[in-house]
Structures are given as structure tokens and as C-alpha cells.
């Protein structure tokens, strides 16, 4: 695109776009954004999807959960069920929505934030996934194990609390 070139095509409603974020930085998604953290058990151990961003993208190379910009109008639930649909070829009728929550922002009332959506598969076992092309690779990962992985920054740094999260909802 040279500077005489009209801008991309938005399309009406996204919420696709940097935003001002946390600690002024510079973070996707012009409503604030949100991703699923999908539990199933895979070989008896409590286990959570997980994607490999690709190498375009932001913080390419890193684990993280699917997720992304919040559309118009639209809660951070459907934000997020959206997005692994998207990105993981998901069903939302095999998803059970069991918390949601703010792990990052608000840096101001009515600023941009992340929601973390934790959910669990309907019939507990883990699901058949399709990546897209924001994927190098999906992969349902030991809860106990994640932390071992090279993380997206934000979860990183949000994922002791959404684990603590997790835990209490599972006893």
C-alpha cells in the first residue's frame, strides 16, 4: 500500500484494529478483546486447548488461547466462542461456559479489555481441532504443563490467576 492508496476495507461492525491498552500499550482489538480457555480431559489429566500463533502475527511463535477482537455490540462470551470457531474449527454447541472474566485492563473506566472466557468441552473429552491460518498448530496441553511453553506475553502473565481460577471451579 503506497500513500496514495485508500486504506483496507473494514468490515462494518468489526472491532479488528490496535487499540490503546493497558500500560499504554498497543493492543488488538478496538472494544477490547477475549479468548477461550477450553478444558477437557485428554489421557485422564485436565487439559486446555491451546494454539501456536503464526509467525505473522502479533508476538508470532508463542502459545496462547484462541481468541481475539470483540466485534460491535458483541459480549466477550460471544467474542471468544467466535474466535475459537474461527481459529480451531469448533462448535459452539460442544462448548459449556463455566466463568468469565477481566485478565487484563481496564486502565481506565470504560478502557480496553481482555476477557478470559473458561470453558469446558459438553461431553468433557477433548475435541477434534482445524487450524486456520492464524495457527502453526493447535494442541491440547497438561494444565500442570503450560507454564513450560513459551507464552504469549499477556497470558503469561495472567495465567496463575486463571489457574487458580480453574482450580475452584474443579474442586
Avoid at 487484563?104 to 487450524?131: C, D, Q
Wanted: proline content about 6%.
Amino acid at each position: 500500500m503506497n500513500a496514495s492508496s485508500p486504506p483496507p476495507a473494514r468490515i462494518p461492525g468489526s472491532g479488528d484494529g490496535w487499540a490503546a491498552g493497558p500500560g499504554g500499550r498497543r493492543v488488538w482489538g478496538l472494544h477490547g478483546a477475549a479468548g477461550l480457555f477450553l478444558l477437557a480431559r485428554v489421557d485422564g489429566a485436565l487439559s486446555v486447548l491451546l494454539q501456536l500463533r503464526a509467525g505473522w502475527t502479533n508476538q508470532g511463535g508463542t502459545w496462547g488461547i484462541p481468541g481475539g477482537a470483540r466485534d460491535t455490540g458483541e459480549t466477550a462470551v460471544e467474542a471468544a466462542v467466535r474466535e475459537a470457531s474461527e481459529e480451531c474449527g469448533l462448535n459452539a454447541t460442544d462448548i459449556e461456559v463455566l466463568w468469565s472474566g477481566v485478565t487484563s485492563g481496564p486502565v481506565e473506566p470504560g478502557g480496553w479489555t481482555y476477557t478470559t472466557v473458561i470453558a469446558r468441552t459438553r461431553s468433557g473429552e477433548a475435541l477434534a481441532t482445524h487450524a486456520n491460518e492464524e495457527s502453526e498448530e493447535l494442541r491440547w496441553v497438561p494444565l500442570d504443563d503450560v507454564h513450560k511453553l513459551k507464552l504469549l506475553g499477556a497470558f503469561g502473565e495472567s495465567l496463575p490467576a486463571i489457574i487458580e481460577r480453574v482450580r475452584s471451579l474443579h474442586g
